[in-house]
């Protein structure tokens, strides 16, 4: 009897709950490269590559771990399109009599694992991926009952579970669970930063660049100066640099933006966390042990793993939690469509300028770039938050539904209404010019408010709070606003509206909305 085991694209782990305890000589591994994984979003051409390079990469692994591996290339003859086509032609090729998979990372794709067995006629066997730290079942018995379920008390939770950084005592190590007030330092752009490590293409990863640009020659996205990791060991190596070099400061300068630095004391470790290649409880340990060791400082060692076991196994269970339907959830009733130089970078409001040319190039901005300079902008003019949260899906390299969504639609957009994050995230230019130096060398000047040099983050801002009062004046973090903004004056409020709606009037609508994409 063949057991036929389909590996997607980010479940590049030797480990997967799929292919444990299975007979390899009856067992068929099959990943597939499909179009439709490829076009359902305009993706970033770098992020394909890293993906299906990474795929083949492990294909590899799997095979010297004693797998059979059925592995079917974009470019085959046939045009595979779809993993349900493709797995129904393996069945065949395989007379397979059993199909065992782990869920998928989103609703779109668990649906086509659900639909198999009925489809196939065969059983198949759905196991819960389990390199999360949480399962579905925990992540809901901690939110039930909960008004307000706050990632800090769940953290808490999973920190308890682990062990993470807490005394023999059952303490949190230090005595505080959260040192992250310690992690707001500005930087000076001639601090050292170290350089994260670069991974020249091999023989496959070139073959997938020419692929990509052949076959996706109307998608966006820098596929030279290739420095990715594509296999576990490089991967390792990535994470060894970033714990010697970059962890120690890490948290000191989380929020911090510099021109030119893309990575400063960031990890870049997402992409293959999300893809499998990682394994984000063995890095959490890793970091415990350094800071055991006296090498990494505790609030560098907490902030870094609270975004791990904190951050992104909450975000995680809100997804699941919140059903298929959250991604049409719009609490602000914004449609506006993006401005088309999210996919050029050609604008003058120089923090757009640098966070969406980086993001071009490398597929990667840190949290702040996202969360404070993109994400802030597309919320202030009021744009559409499922066409934002595909914009995210497409650009970055860590993309993926399940963990991009509830940082887009939920913390950056408040598309949910306040689920994820108790208040919208935006500001005027005084944070970004507190946290970056962008502002130096603008040609908008972060202090004023109105006229033809006033940034316009600043009359963005209040008109922002002012159309939304309705909605947001009785929320207790922001109710202060609404204060500062009474104090004004009506001339003032009037000019700041007149303002802002002068440079809404100049941004134009890019022809990506959500309706146009194929298949969403
Ligand atoms: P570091 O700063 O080094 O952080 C360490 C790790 O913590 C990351 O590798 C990641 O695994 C985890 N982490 C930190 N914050 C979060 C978070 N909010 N949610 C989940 N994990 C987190 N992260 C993604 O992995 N994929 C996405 O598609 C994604 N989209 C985002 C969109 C927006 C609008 C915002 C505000 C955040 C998004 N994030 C996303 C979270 C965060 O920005 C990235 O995880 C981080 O920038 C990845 O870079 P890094 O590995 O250098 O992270
Ligand atoms: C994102 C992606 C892309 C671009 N291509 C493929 C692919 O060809 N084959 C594959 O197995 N997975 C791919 N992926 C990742 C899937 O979209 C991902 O596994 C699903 O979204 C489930 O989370
Ligand atoms: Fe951005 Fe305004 Fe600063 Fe210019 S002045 S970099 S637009 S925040």
């Known amino acids: 009897m063949t057991i036929l085991v389909p590996v997607l694209g980010d479940q590049l782990s030797l480990g997967l709950s799929s292919l444990r305890d299975q007979d390899r000589a009856r067992t068929v591994v099959l990943m597939m ?63 397979a009599e059993r199909i065992v998979v782990t869920e998928a990372g989103e609703w779109r794709v668990q649906a086509m694992l659900e639909s198999w067995e009925a ?3 065969i059983p198949v066997e759905i196991r819960p991926d389990d390199r999360f730290i949480a399962s579905h079942a925990e992540f809901e018995a901690w939110a039930e009952g909960r008004d307000n379920p706050v990632m800090e ?7 308890r579970k682990t062990g993470l950084l807490m005394t023999a005592a059952g ?15 500005a930087v000076a752009a001639d601090l050292f930063m170290p350089d994260p490590p670069r991974f020249p293409p091999d023989e496959i990863t070139q073959d997938v660049i020419r692929l990509v640009r052949t076959r996706f020659q109307e998608l966006d996205g820098n596929l030279d100066e290739w420095d990715l990791a594509v296999t576990r060991a490089d991967a390792l190596k990535a994470q060894a640099a970033f714990l010697d070099e970059a962890l120690p400061s890490f948290g000191d300068y989380q929020d911090a933006m510099v021109t030119g630095a893309h990575r400063m004391w960031h990890s870049l470790l997402s992409p293959y966390i999300n893809s499998g290649l990682l394994d984000p409880l063995e890095l959490c340990r890793e970091v415990e042990r350094r800071y055991r060791a006296g090498q990494v400082p505790l609030n560098a060692a907490e902030g870094f793993i609270r975004q791990i076991i904190g951050w992104r196994e909450y975000m995680r269970g809100i997804y699941w939690l919140a059903g298929p339907d959250y ?39 840190h949290h702040i ?13 009021g744009a559409d938050p499922k066409a934002v949260h595909l914009w995210y899906m497409e650009v970055y390299l860590d993309a993926y539904e399940w963990v991009t969504l509830p940082n887009t639609l939920g913390m950056s957009q408040f598309g949910d209404g306040g689920l994820v994050g108790t208040k919208p995230y935006v500001s005027t230019a005084a944070y970004i010019n507190r946290m970056s130096d962008y502002c130096g060398a603008c040609r908008y000047d972060p202090a004023q408010r109105v006229g033809p040099d006033a940034c316009p983050f600043n009359s963005l801002y209040w008109h922002f709070f002012d159309r939304h009062r309705a909605l947001l004046e009785s929320n207790p973090r922001v109710r202060n606003m609404y204060r500062s903004w009474d104090r004004f004056g009506d001339d003032t409020k009037a000019a700041v509206r007149a303002q802002a709606d002068a440079f809404l009037a100049t941004l134009d609508e890019a022809p990506y909305g959500p309706e146009a994409r194929p298949g969403i």
């Open 33 to 95: 490269e499909v179009a439709d994984e490829a076009r359902y979003v305009r993706h970033h051409r770098r992020k394909l590559a890293y993906i299906l390079s990474a795929m083949r990469h492990h294909a590899g692994a799997l095979r010297a771990d004693g797998w059979t591996v059925d592995y079917v290339r974009l470019d085959a003859p046939h045009a595979p399109s779809g993993f349900t086509a493709e797995l129904g032609l393996a069945i065949e090729r395989h007379a």
């Open 119 to 121: 489809r196939f006629g």
């Open 153 to 159: 008390f769940f953290y808490r939770e999973q920190r």
């Open 171 to 185: 303490r949190p190590e230090g005595g505080r669970w959260n040192y992250d007030k310690e992690n707001r330092k």
């Open 327 to 365: 991604i049409d959830r719009n609490a602000l009733g914004h449609v506006r469509r993006l401005p088309s130089f999210y996919w050029t970078g050609e604008t003058d409001l120089n923090c757009l300028r640098q966070c969406l040319t980086q993001t071009w190039v490398y597929a990667y901005a």
């Open 369 to 381: 770039q996202r969360l404070m300079v993109t994400g802030n902008f597309a919320l202030l003019i």
